[in-house]
């Protein structure tokens, strides 16, 4: 059985003797034994070399002439998939003789990192950790102190895990520590400094989260009532527009803007004298709107208005007026 680590070089022994009667052609095959077949890695045959399989590139004879007697080889930079039973075959008819080595790749243990789990303060137990995140198993841990003495009376450690802790933590527990991470092929370490503190004022700090989170608490109850106070400003803005459109009368119908329009001219034709009706009879009374304002009148060129005569106005009610007349200057005639 033969162990290295991953990356490595591995040299796997196999070396013969011919015998007199053996007269056939020299054949020298190595392979990986599976549970159900042999899957060949390098294959020596009439003076000649064949390693174009699997491991191309990396397994070689170390003699340059196998024939010699020697048919050890070496395999490079190792890789876990490696692992595996190899046979090395010698055949020469009637001659045949094998050898078997068992080979193991293990990975190194490597990105080893130490913390600290806790508060590092006098009167607690502090607990160092050691961690490898690769590496085969089984992987073991070790601390050691690098600065002053060794590791105190009061701390243990567990190989398995990792794990020092030290109870009842004073200042004679600060200083550096270091842990070395190993497996049968190879070692890795970490290291941290412990600093051991007074322990904090906890009632300070208790009291400060306290007003803390009243204050947030105030911050919260002063933003909801200011955006209350916003949201109900705006209703009431709206409640008031509302209140004064409701408010404003509505628009008059062109229906009874005609009758207002006739009762009034009707008012002033009662306040007209019979002498002057004939030129209001022509120029305002045939503008007055129907009350059908919405029904059109028929358009006729020769229609002209009804006239109404003096004695029929004064028989109404009406009151002559004199109604003054203006020059082309403006003045008052």
């Not at 995140?133 to 002053?148: D, H, K």
């Not at 842990?179 to 970490?190: I, L, Q, W």
């Amino acid at each position: 059985m033969v162990t290295k680590a991953q990356g490595e070089k591995v040299t796997l022994l196999c070396t013969f003797t011919l015998g007199t009667a053996d007269e056939g052609i020299l054949d020298i095959e190595w392979d990986v034994v599976q549970p159900n077949e042999e899957q060949p890695v390098i294959i020596y045959n009439r003076d000649r070399v064949y390693d174009q399989y699997h491991m191309a590139g990396r397994v070689q004879f170390v003699s340059q002439n196998p024939a010699s007697g020697d048919a050890t080889i070496d395999i490079l930079n190792l890789k876990p998939a490696d692992t595996g039973f190899y046979q090395c075959k010698v055949k020469k008819l009637p001659g045949v003789q094998t050898h078997r080595v068992q080979l193991i790749v293990l990975e190194k243990p490597t990105k080893t990192s130490c913390y600290i789990e806790g508060s590092p303060e006098i009167g607690t137990d502090i607990i160092l950790k050691c961690k490898s995140q690769e590496g085969t198993p089984v992987i073991n841990y070790y601390w050691t102190r690098t600065s002053g003495t060794e590791l105190p009376a009061t701390s243990s450690q567990n190989p398995d895990t990792g794990v020092l802790m030290m109870k009842n933590a004073s200042h004679i527990h600060s200083g550096t520590y270091k842990c070395v991470a190993s497996n049968r092929v190879g070692t890795d370490e970490c290291s941290i400094t412990l600093n051991v503190t007074p322990p904090m004022n906890r009632g300070g700090t208790i009291a400060g989260a306290v007003i803390g989170s009243l204050l947030a608490i105030l911050l919260v109850a002063f933003i909801v009532f200011c955006c209350f106070k916003k949201q109900r400003e705006k209703k009431y803005e709206k409640e008031v527009h509302h209140d004064i459109r409701e408010d404003v009368p509505p628009p008059k119908s062109r229906a009874s803007t005609a009758r207002s329009y006739i009762g009034s001219n009707r008012s002033s034709l009662g306040s007209m004298s019979p002498s002057n009706m004939d030129g209001y009879a022509k120029t305002q009374y045939n503008k007055v709107p129907s009350e059908d304002f919405g029904r059109t009148l028929p358009q006729n060129p020769n229609y002209e208005p009804p006239k109404v005569a003096a004695p029929n106005l004064s028989r109404m009610g009406a009151i002559p007026v004199m109604i003054p007349a203006q020059s082309k200057d403006g003045s008052i005639v």
